[in-house]
């Protein structure tokens, strides 16, 4: 029996929504000439806002013409480290509260038993706050609205709830959010990672060149979980690779798929692929079929036989993808 994402354990999450509707989410329809493109930047807008409210880091995305995609990280020290008038302050960035909240929020005090009822809630509001299913639906369920309202229709407009992969480690990470920043370029969107409109590697990218040291943490992108360089001790909070290495694997692999010949791995690729043990032969094909090659999870074969146990699977669903490409 599946488990339910809360219970999953994982290093992030790659979330996928798709619209349900015959015209496009964000594209442009070709039997009515109506152009929907500004939708993306709706999308996009909210991911960043809402990395700003949620214990979420928002990792990776792309934002395509008929649905996106997402890497999230839970943060859950930074949840279980707020007070409950801060729980109650990103909470109602969100909400509206209770009448006890807003009653704390205006410093009002409280009898014990309204205390009671009240901290009930901020413990339930804080489990949201880092839950991944609701992050997501509280980015769907306003994009909803925003699309209905402007196509004077009601209904759903999602495909149903959005599929996710659970990420288990480093090298499922890096491999995903690859396959994401380059979904651009594989459906011809755009030629180049700085060309592709609204995803994280165009925002990366954009922000880079300003920098004084653009591999520093601080001087990234601020509603982007940074990149904190390779692992090493007083790592700071953030992706344990060097974000120049990595924008030069985006570009170079990018080129290996436009080109759309086998092609050879360029040497520049070679120190995050060796420190991650993947084959370069294996990398072209990680990018370009990442979603549809793994089930719920993705890892080494060690981590997901780990984290099937620990969740009383009985069998061990994608074992065979993940030991051939994460050895």
Excluded at 24 to 49: M, N, Q, V, Y
Excluded at 157 to 183: H, P, T
Excluded at 236 to 250: A, C, W
Aim: net charge positive; hydrophobic share 35%; with cysteine.
């Amino acid at each position: 029996m599946p488990k339910s994402r809360k219970s999953q354990v994982s290093l992030a999450n790659h979330c996928v929504s798709r619209c349900v509707r015959r015209a496009f989410l964000c594209g442009k329809d070709t039997a009515t000439s109506r152009s929907f493109e500004h939708r993306r930047k709706w999308i996009e807008d909210r991911l960043h806002e809402l990395a700003q409210i949620f214990a979420i880091d928002l990792c990776g995305y792309a934002v395509m013409s008929n649905h996106y995609h997402v890497v999230l990280h839970v943060d859950q020290q930074v949840a279980n480290e707020w007070s409950a008038h801060e729980v109650i302050e990103q909470w109602h960035q969100l909400f509206t509260g209770n009448l006890l909240s807003q009653r704390h929020i205006q410093g009002e005090n409280l009898g014990a038993a309204e205390s009671t009822v009240l901290s009930n809630c901020v413990a339930e509001w804080r489990s949201r706050l880092m839950d991944i299913s609701w992050f997501m639906r509280v980015l769907n369920e306003g994009i909803a609205r925003q699309a209905n309202a402007e196509d004077e229709c009601t209904g759903r407009f999602w495909e149903g709830r959005f599929k996710s992969q659970a990420l288990l480690d480093e090298a499922a990470l890096i491999a995903c959010m690859a396959y994401v920043d380059l979904n651009p370029i594989r459906a011809k969107m755009a030629k180049t990672p700085e060309a592709s409109a609204h995803t994280s590697i165009k925002k990366r990218i954009q922000k880079a060149p300003t920098a004084h040291s653009p591999n520093h943490p601080q001087q990234q992108v601020k509603s982007l979980l940074p990149f904190a360089g390779n692992p090493r001790e007083e790592m700071p909070k953030g992706l344990p690779f060097r974000l120049t290495d990595y924008i030069e694997l985006v570009d170079i692999s990018g080129r290996i798929i436009r080109d759309e010949k086998r092609g050879a791995i360029a040497p520049t690729l070679s120190p995050i692929l060796e420190r991650l043990n993947i084959e370069p032969k294996h990398w072209k094909y990680l990018i370009s079929n990442f979603k549809s090659q793994f089930k719920s999870f993705v890892g080494t074969a060690f981590k997901l036989k780990q984290v099937c146990q620990s969740l009383g699977y009985q069998r061990t669903p994608g074992i065979r993808g993940c030991q051939s490409y994460f050895p």
